[in-house]
């Protein structure tokens, strides 16, 4: 795929993910299902499932868990031709217990000193990622380590001079950062450089200090961004946007929450791969909703993804 042009390209890293087999602490757990976790592997696997061309950037140790999560990506048809394995760092590891009171539940990550925190500048290949329509980005890359930052700010420069669309979620990791101040900075610098941003109401607060979606909204498109959403949970999304104004999309309803983890991230692959098949800002957001609705109701990160088949069944 480096020589013909694609969709979709995304850096950030993946970690094996074990989730605990039954409620409590996760201490407390003895069995554990492996999955695969990463926001942007998340939005990686959910883009290419609706059918779209993705590129994903990143590092891997060569150990059995790097091995296994080139070997899932591979088989969801990710393009890993940018993926490094590296032997002398180990790959990222997480832990997420159960719940069964529809919250957030407890995520334990192991990725300091990780393969992909040593991803920098250097592993940003401009030929290739021009040869990408469109570029992701996240706030978790650029928080995992002093050198994935200027990364970031480096993919984000090249894809905004040859006049590609970025897209960019805050994916807040207050852990990451040296401070909540470092955080906002960056995280709001990074988002001046997208076209497309997607902020949850509860990282809009952090952000800008505005507790209302039209207030965050309008935070983000004085900096220059051409489209904000702003994830209300089970509320739905507002959208502010140059072409389709300003309006609300209510949210899908929900039998039972079983893993509000991962949601974001598939309505980030829903509104992304929406916009960039020309449909329209609603309907971007309504599709985002949707696959985010789907993602609430199973355990790990991808499973609720959906097929193209069931995009097209949804009529959506």
Request: hydrophobic share 40%.
């Amino acid at each position: 795929m480096t020589s013909s042009a694609f969709d979709v390209a995304l850096f950030g890293e993946a970690m094996l993910l074990l989730v605990a087999d039954q409620p409590g602490p996760i201490e407390n757990a003895t069995v554990f299902h492996k999955r695969t976790a990463g926001a942007e592997t998340n939005v990686a696997i959910g883009l290419t499932r609706l059918g779209l061309k993705v590129g994903w950037a990143s590092r891997l140790g060569t150990d059995s868990m790097g091995r296994a999560l080139l070997a899932a990506m591979k088989g969801e048809g990710i393009d890993c031709s940018h993926v490094v394995c590296d032997p002398t760092h180990r790959t990222g590891l997480q832990f997420k217990g159960r719940v069964t009171d529809g919250s957030d539940p407890p995520v334990e990550s192991h990725r300091k000193g990780s393969a992909a925190s040593f991803m920098g500048p250097a592993d940003v290949d401009e030929d290739w990622l021009r040869s990408a329509r469109h570029l992701h980005a996240t706030g978790v890359f650029a928080a995992i380590s002093e050198t994935t930052l200027p990364a970031a700010i480096k993919s984000m420069d090249v894809m905004r001079a040859a006049g590609r669309t970025i897209s960019f979620d805050p994916n807040l990791r207050p852990a990451l950062w040296s401070s909540t101040e470092s955080m906002r900075h960056w995280i709001n610098d990074l988002a001046a450089r997208a076209d497309w941003v997607l902020p949850g109401i509860e990282e809009g607060l952090i952000l800008t200090g505005h507790d209302t979606p039209e207030a965050i909204a309008r935070f983000y498109r004085e900096r220059g961004a051409k489209l904000v959403v702003v994830k209300l949970g089970a509320k739905g999304a507002y959208y502010d946007s140059d072409v389709s104004g300003t309006g609300t999309v209510p949210g899908f309803p929900v039998k039972e929450v079983v893993d509000t983890v991962g949601a974001g991230d598939g309505f980030a692959a829903g509104v992304v791969s929406a916009l960039l098949e020309g449909k329209s800002v609603q309907d971007a957001v309504r599709r985002g909703a949707w696959i985010g609705a789907r993602a609430v109701q199973v355990l790990g990160d991808t499973e609720g993804l959906p097929t193209r088949a069931q995009l097209e069944e949804a009529r959506l």
